[in-house]
């Protein structure tokens, strides 16, 4: 089953990881670096096309898998924040009601 995942990028960077056919990354040789969008690109090192044909499954269903928890958590996160959003204009509003109260006490 293949997807097509819509990128943005502002740069055209490319983020290349090694597959071990197991379906674990080695992403060791990444630098701490400032926030960057990345286009991933699997590949495999086996020169055997049936072999091969299996790693780059076996990278595509991690993928897969990655990009299915990151979007669950991604869509929690966003779920979260919407929240918290709405909390903050409910409390700015209960914030200001008080104020005012106090006005006419005053």
């Known amino acids: 089953q293949r997807r097509n995942v819509p990128v943005e990028t502002s740069t055209s960077n490319a983020l290349v990881s090694q597959c071990d056919g197991t379906g674990t990354y080695d992403w060791s040789y990444q ?3 400032e926030p960057t ?3 991933l690109m699997a590949f495999s090192s086996s020169s055997s096309n049936s072999s091969s044909d299996h790693e780059v499954s ?3 269903k991690a ?3 990655a ?3 990151l979007q669950t958590q991604y869509d ?3 779920k979260n924040f919407r929240k918290s959003q709405f909390d903050v204009i409910s409390y ?3 914030f ?3 104020k005012a109260r106090l006005l006419v006490y005053k």
């Open 67 to 69: 990009y299915s928890q």
């Open 76 to 78: 929690t996160l966003t």
């Open 58 to 60: 076996s990278c595509s």
């Open 96 to 98: 200001k009601s008080v």
């Open 37 to 39: 969008n990345f286009a």
């Open 63 to 65: 993928c897969s898998k």
């Open 92 to 94: 700015q509003t209960g």
């Open 31 to 33: 630098a701490e670096e």
